[in-house]
């Protein structure tokens, strides 16, 4: 599982080459750098969709901290790790491993796996039950915020639509 120090210890020579300090004071004045040197502003909507993927991931965080299954921690943990792989590639790094289908269908299988515990839907259900569960539902609302802002900027610049895709799951 890789989440926490273990992923930024992991990615030490990926995604954080080109962050190094904790704050550089470049964004007083609302402009922020992206990894390939552009400066842009702090309200562009590449800027607005990285934010998002970061609460997103921050949301999933928050919830595996009341999961109790081991499983589903190992796939919050997976998740969490590609939205980092999806921030650095829509920030520019050059490096950055892409999200791809193979991504997507590998996200798609484990989904269906943890499906087939579950009872069928019949309806819509209404977010709740135990405190993991619940902190889940409000994470797939994060979640549906982040993808939204994605084809936002999709319409705009085109992006990897995987990335899109991805979080649509």
């Known amino acids: 599982k890789l989440n926490g120090m273990t992923f930024l210890k992991h990615c030490s020579n990926l995604f954080f080459d080109?962050?190094?300090?904790?704050?550089?004071?470049?964004?007083?004045?609302?402009?922020?750098?992206?990894?390939?040197?552009?400066?842009?502003?702090?309200?562009?909507?590449?800027?607005?969709?990285?934010?998002?993927?970061?609460?997103?991931?921050?949301?999933?965080?928050?919830?595996?901290?009341?999961v109790k299954s081991k499983e589903l921690n190992g796939l919050i943990g997976l998740i969490q790790t590609e939205l980092y792989f999806a921030q650095s590639e829509i920030a520019y790094f050059e490096k950055?491993?892409?999200?791809?289908?193979?991504?997507?269908?590998?996200?798609?299988?484990?989904?269906?796996?943890?499906?087939?515990?579950?009872?069928?839907?019949?309806?819509?259900?209404?977010?709740?039950?135990?405190?993991?569960?619940?902190?889940?539902?409000?994470?797939r609302t994060v979640c549906r915020r982040t993808e939204i802002q994605l084809i936002e900027l999709n319409e705009c610049e085109k992006i990897n639509p995987e990335i899109i895709k991805y979080l649509n799951r």
């Open 18 to 66: 080109c962050f190094m300090k904790i704050y550089t004071k470049r964004g007083d004045f609302g402009q922020t750098d992206l990894c390939n040197g552009s400066r842009v502003s702090k309200n562009s909507l590449r800027i607005k969709a990285l934010g998002l993927i970061d609460e997103t991931s921050s949301a999933l965080g928050f919830a595996s901290s009341f």
């Open 96 to 139: 950055a491993k892409k999200i791809s289908e193979k991504n997507v269908e590998v996200l798609e299988k484990k989904i269906d796996k943890l499906e087939l515990e579950l009872t069928p839907l019949a309806h819509f259900i209404l977010p709740g039950g135990s405190t993991g569960a619940s902190a889940l539902h409000l994470t």
